[in-house]
């Protein structure tokens, strides 16, 4: 077959919102205006349009609504009913989005692009008995299980991270795995016009999770109330209290601490007008590639984190941040002290030239020439 001829499947029946609608939607915009993607077909499989449009030159959008009904829906989906659309669409190779593969699809190669961490944590991590733990723990004690059995029979794998590509290589065993920086679009960040000033305080731009680990940061707070207090020095919280049962609990804990604020969902503009005056704090366990370090860095912030790989990896050659042992709250409230007296640097915001996209395509390639041979 021609290679202009290829017809390539985009599966991410999974996504909704989030990050994984953005991802999908990013990849889509990516391809509808690559010449270098133009020279094939490309079907992209979802289980809701409203973002697309129906058919859009050499992308067409197949809309598969019932698959989404249930787990059994998306299990019957994934082990069998796929192969009909795939061979009714004659597709050449898939690319599978939604972090899993296609374990019954012999005649397809396949490359599927991870990026919930949350499958790759200990099984016993989260308990099914916990209301706001339950979710997590049917990813990490079912799901997981699930793709690892179907990550071992696609023919590539790309990760976001080489932290991610070392821990699945040792965790499950698989070896065809490449790493690709995910694609950043940082349009609408300006220059910090507060260069050598210091920072009011630090902002946390998380949503109401558990594995966020927010609670870690009210305790600490909580209990050098007096120097927060002391220093002027506050901690901004994305999430305003009433998300969940989760954040209600935080809100409580953090109740008599003006130390804290909870300011609610903060669209991404106002974000980078904050990070002219704070900060970033990120405390959570489990990421693939935090897009607010690369928008943190862009504003030459102080940046402090928890000392998690992804942090080390991302971080490396940001010279502005500072790492704090993970669930060491004196060691995290010490750190707290010590960036409260960095400055913001200059930076220079320099225009992206290269979507990281092009690496994908290029892994497309390579895996279906290899296939032909």
């Given at each position: ?124 991590k989260y308990s099914l008995f916990n209301a706001n733990e339950r979710k997590f723990a049917i990813y990490t004690k079912v799901l997981s299980r699930y793709t690892q059995f179907s990550l ?146 862009t504003k030459g912030i102080p940046i402090l984190a928890a000392d998690y790989p992804y942090a080390r990896e991302i971080l490396e050659e940001y010279e502005n941040k500072l790492l704090f ?49």
């Open positions: 077959m021609e290679e202009t001829t290829m017809n390539i499947a985009i599966v991410d029946i999974a996504a909704e919102n989030s990050g994984a609608l953005s991802v999908l939607l990013d990849f889509v915009d990516f391809i509808d205006n690559s010449n270098d993607a133009k020279q094939y077909n490309w079907f992209v499989f979802v289980s809701n349009c409203k973002h697309f449009n129906k058919k859009n030159n050499h992308i067409n959008i197949i809309e598969l609504p019932n698959v989404k009904k249930s787990w059994g829906h998306r299990l019957l989906w994934d082990l069998i009913s796929c192969s009909k659309y795939f061979n009714k669409y004659k597709i050449d190779l898939i690319i599978s989005l939604q972090n899993t593969g296609f374990p019954f699809v012999r005649n397809i190669p396949q490359i599927v692009y991870f990026h919930n961490m949350l499958l790759l944590e200990d099984k016993n071992k029979k696609v023919n590539e794998v790309i990760v976001q991270t080489k932290s991610v590509k070392a821990n699945m290589e040792k965790k499950w065993k698989i070896n065809k795995i490449i790493a690709v920086k995910p694609n950043i679009e940082l349009s609408g960040i300006t220059v910090n016009e507060r260069i050598g000033k210091s920072i009011n305080g630090l902002i946390y731009p998380a949503n109401s999770i558990i594995f966020k680990r927010h609670d870690e940061i009210i305790e600490c707070i909580n209990k050098h109330m007096n120097w927060f207090t002391d220093n002027d020095f506050k901690i901004i919280f994305t999430i305003d209290g009433t998300e969940n049962s989760l954040a209600e609990g935080l809100y409580d804990k953090a109740r008599n601490n003006k130390n804290i604020e909870f300011m609610g969902y903060v669209k991404r503009e106002k974000i980078y007008n904050l990070m002219n005056y704070y900060g970033l704090f990120l405390n959570s366990e489990i990421e693939s590639y935090p897009i607010p370090f690369e928008e943190a860095k042992k993970k669930h060491d709250l004196e060691d995290m409230f010490d750190k707290i002290v010590e960036i409260s007296k960095n400055k913001i640097i200059p930076q220079k915001i320099v225009p992206i030239k290269y979507n990281t996209w092009n690496n994908v395509l290029h892994e497309i390639k390579n895996v279906y020439s290899k296939w032909e041979k």
